[in-house]
């Protein structure tokens, strides 16, 4: 019995089954052969070798050769040309200043609020035992016309007066 095969664009033809021999001796396990990566161009079952070198940036995807060219072009280094900027900003090791150089005042005191002592007399600042801020007292009755009151309105619609102010 034949059969046809073909191999590329070649037609082909199989002869008939010989007689099947004696079973012949196991030979050594062979090693692992490396595995190729699947090409995408040509033959599409041909395995891919890569060079020992690496891939050829010529054998990546359109893609990935795109984004390989960004970062080839990419800032590798910054010199300051910005005329605006003072030529001691652009200097690899800045100047340093104390504070009285800039009018800076002495760091703060612990406990001390905007460098000012606590208590009572002029100058400091009361704290929380202060008798200053416990010194409750009731307000003292007074009364004020109306010229005294800077924000009095000169008119108001009758639906903003309460009922009890109309009668």
Known sequence: ????????????????????????DTGAKGDTGAVGVKGDKGDPGADYMPPVGGVPKSDLAAAVQASLNKADTALQ???????TVPSWAKAASKPSYTAGEVGAEPAFTKNAAFNKNFGSAAGTVC????????????????THTKS???DFPSSMPASDVPAWAKS
């Not at 019995?1 to 012949?24: A, C, Q």
């Not at 280094?77 to 005329?83: G, M, N």
């Open 1 to 24: 019995m034949s059969r046809e095969y073909y191999l590329g664009n070649i037609k082909g033809t199989k002869g008939d089954k010989g007689d099947k021999g004696d079973k012949g």
């Open 127 to 142: 704290e929380g035992n202060d008798s200053r801020l416990s010194n409750a007292r009731e307000p003292t009755a007074h």
């Open 148 to 150: 005294q009151v800077t």
């Open 77 to 83: 280094s910054f010199a300051e040309t910005d005329p």
